[in-house]
């Protein structure tokens, strides 16, 4: 069985998450020239959390690495089939949707935090967190990505 960064629509998707969060910050999101799938590989096992989700109307996570599969508990059949406003708990779901309305509005966010939830209800905080829109090839929407290194179970 081949691993989870080596299918097609991943690679594509990883391409989409790292061209868009250069477009938006001017930064790399891991130094160093990759092929697509070496980055697809890197990234995917990258020291950091990293996320994204479609444009549903109510929009379920398409791309999580190994450090987010871990902190949230999950498989990554289990993460690809997950809204992503139930990575937090109800209470703060509210300010969820306001960060991810400024993020539409503005391209991109540094420096977020907020409490999120695993499968198993473990609380944790995230701390410094960039969220970022994607964008297509072709400059079209795609969805969202967070990408954090720092965060504290509660």
């Not at 406003?85 to 779901?93: F, W």
């Amino acid at each position: 069985m081949s691993e989870i960064w080596q299918s097609d629509a991943v690679i594509a998707r990883t391409q989409i998450i790292a061209r868009s969060y250069y477009k938006w910050t001017g930064r790399d999101l891991l130094p160093g020239l990759f092929n697509p799938a070496g980055l697809a590989k890197n990234i995917f096992h990258a020291p950091f959390v990293l996320v994204a989700h479609g444009t549903e109307a109510d929009p379920v996570l398409n791309y999580g690495n190994a450090a987010a599969l871990a902190l949230w508990e999950v498989s990554w059949e289990e993460l690809t089939r997950t809204p992503s406003r139930l990575t937090a708990e109800v209470p703060n779901r509210e300010e969820r949707a306001r960060l991810l309305a400024e993020v539409t509005a503005h391209g991109f966010i540094d420096n977020y935090s907020g409490i999120r939830i695993s499968k198993t209800g473990r609380r944790f905080r995230i701390a410094q967190a960039t969220v970022w829109n994607l964008l297509d090839a072709q400059g079209v929407y795609a969805g969202q990505a967070a990408m954090f290194s720092r965060w504290e179970f509660l």
